[in-house]
C-alpha cells in the first residue's frame, strides 16, 4: 500500500521511543517475537558476522561476490547513516517505508507485550521481510557483541568475527579477553567459525572459544591465507592474496590496508559455508569491483565521510588518509558519542589534521553527548588548531570555509546528518 510520510514517521518515531530505558541484553523477547510470527529467521539461510571493526566491510564485500554468483541476497546492518531502511535490504533493494509502517501496526501489541526494544524489534522485522522476499542468503551483522546480541537467535551456514577492540566496554567488558569472549558467543555447535583477527593471541582466544562451542570447524584468516603488496590511493585497495589454493591480484574499491585481511576473512566465510556460497579467489576478484559500502571513506566532491567511531577505526582510518592524500593534511569534522574513547580518537586523528571542527550532531542522543568543551581542550593541548562549533550548520560552513578537503567522521550520527544536510546519498558510495 502506499504510505504518507507523517504514517513513516510516525512508525519511526514508535520504534525510537523503544530506545529508551535500561538497555536490555538477552535472546528471549527476540525469540519469542520471532515464534508468534513463524519463525521467519529459520526460513532463510544466513551467515552470521561479529567483531569490534570490519562488520559492514566484510558485509558489502560478502553481498558482492554472492551476487555475482546469481544468488539473491539480503543483509540486515546497524546503524543506518540517513534513513531507517537502510538496514534492511534485499538484491540492493531497502526494505518499502509501507512494509515499515505495516509491521508496526500489526505487531505494535506484541512488542509491547513482549516488551520488545527497539532493537529486538528491528531484528525481527528484518527477519520477517527476508522471508517474504524469498532471499537466497541473509548477511546478519550483530549490533552490539554477540553472545547476547539479537540476531544471536540466528542458526547460520557459517559464523565468522572479523576483529577485536575496545568498544562498548561498558556491556562487553575492559578487557580485550571479555570482549572476544562476547563476540565468540556466535560460535555454535555444528557450525563452522571463521576468524579475521590478525593478533595471534587474540585469535587463539576466539578459536578456543569456538571448538569449546564445539564449532564444527575453526577456520583463521591468517593462516589460510598470505597476503602482499598492498597499495592504497584514491581508486582503492589493490593486493596479492594466496587463498583457497590460488593466488591473484585483487583490485577493492574499499580504501585501506585492513580492506585486504577483511577480503580474505570474507572469501574464507564464504568457502567455510560451503555451496552455493563458496567462491573462488577468481570468482571473488570479478565481483570486487561492485563491492560499495557507505559512509567507509566516501568521497563526494572535497568531502571525505567516515564512521569511525572508536580509537581503532580513527587510526585506521589516519593510515588510509595519509596514503590517500600524499602527506596532505585535511580539516576534520568531528563529534564523537561521550561513551567512546574521544580523547584517544583525537590523538590517532591530529597527526593528520589541518584543524578540528568539533560540533554536535542533531541526532546524537542528549544522553550521549560528548563534552565539546573538555574536547577542544584535549585538541589544543596537542598544538591542534580547533574550533569550537556545537550548531551542526554552522560548523558544516566552517568546514568548507577554506579550500581543503574536510573529513567528516567520529559516529554515524555525525556522517548521516551530515550527509541528510548536504544532500549525499549514502547509497552513492
Known sequence: MDVTLSDYEGALAYLYARTTGVFKFGLERTQALLAEMGDPHLAVPTLHIAG????????????????????????YTSPHLVDFRERIVVAGSAIPASEVVDFIDQWTPTIERLEASFFEATTAMAFLHFARERADVALIETGLGGRLDSTNVVRPRAAGVTSIGFDHMEYLGSTLHSIALEKAG????????????????VAAWLANAARE????????????????????DGAGTSFTLEALGDRATVCTPMLGRHQATNFAFTLLLLDAAGTPYAATLADAVRAASSISLPGRFQREGRWIFDVAHNPDGARTLASTLSSVEGGRRVAVLLCVLADKDWRAMIDALQPVATRFILTDAPTAPASRRWPIHEAARH???????????????????????RDETTLVTGSFHTVGDAMARLQVSPLSG
Open 213 to 232: 562451542a564445539r564449532a564444527s570447524a575453526v577456520r583463521i584468516a591468517h593462516e589460510e591465507s598470505r597476503i602482499g603488496d598492498v597499495h592504497v
Open 379 to 401: 585538541a589544543a593541548m596537542l598544538g591542534a588548531e580547533v574550533a569550537e562549533v556545537a550548531d551542526f550548520d554552522a560548523a558544516l560552513v566552517e568546514a568548507s570555509s
Open 186 to 201: 556466535i560460535f555454535k555447535a555444528g557450525v563452522p567459525a571463521v576468524i579475521g583477527e590478525p593478533s595471534a593471541e
Open 52 to 75: 569490534t571493526n570490519g562488520k559492514g566491510s566484510c558485509v558489502a564485500t560478502a553481498d558482492a561476490i554472492l551476487g555475482a554468483k546469481g544468488l539473491r541476497v539480503a543483509r
